[in-house]
């Protein structure tokens, strides 16, 4: 697999998407990408003060190819921009997910990386089942 820093056009589209002026985000946000050009995973931080939880600094769209689990990428994929976030000048690195059964391998990744429930929302069904979103955070 390859390693791909995002693009200006990929910042430029996040920035939209948060209402910001592209020079007010910073962004970073990496694919990886199988030999025959599939995306295989990415991983991305972003600097969002007006999430409004008082934590700025967040992993973004986290996700790994069931074809490469199991081998520690995802681990290596956290450690990159956790360091990432440090070197922007953070102190806490933050991200949510839910309580839906498929992100319950994430979420033990996420305990095991560190990164403990400081927040929770409501309850939304989903397919009838009650999802909770999980906010979590871990000290650099």
């Not at 999430?51 to 700025?56: A, C, F, L, P």
């Not at 360091?83 to 319950?104: C, M, P």
Request: proline content about 4%; overall charge neutral.
């Amino acid at each position: 697999y390859k390693l791909f820093p995002y693009s200006t056009l990929f910042r430029s589209a996040l920035a939209r998407i948060a209402h910001l002026p592209v020079d007010q985000r910073t962004d970073e946000y990496c694919v990886i990408v199988f030999p025959d050009g599939q995306i295989a995973g990415g991983i991305g931080l972003a600097n969002l003060p007006e999430h409004g939880t008082g934590h700025e600094w967040w992993l973004e769209w986290f996700y790994l190819s069931s074809r490469l689990r199991g081998f520690k990428l995802g681990e290596q994929m956290i450690a990159f921009i956790e360091n990432r976030a440090r070197a922007h000048g953070a102190a806490t690195l933050s991200l949510y997910t839910s309580s839906a059964t498929q992100e319950a391998s994430a979420n033990f990744l996420y305990e095991r990386r560190g990164y403990h429930v400081f927040q929770t929302a409501p309850d939304t069904l989903v397919d009838g089942t009650p999802i909770q979103t999980l906010y979590r955070a871990r000290t650099l």
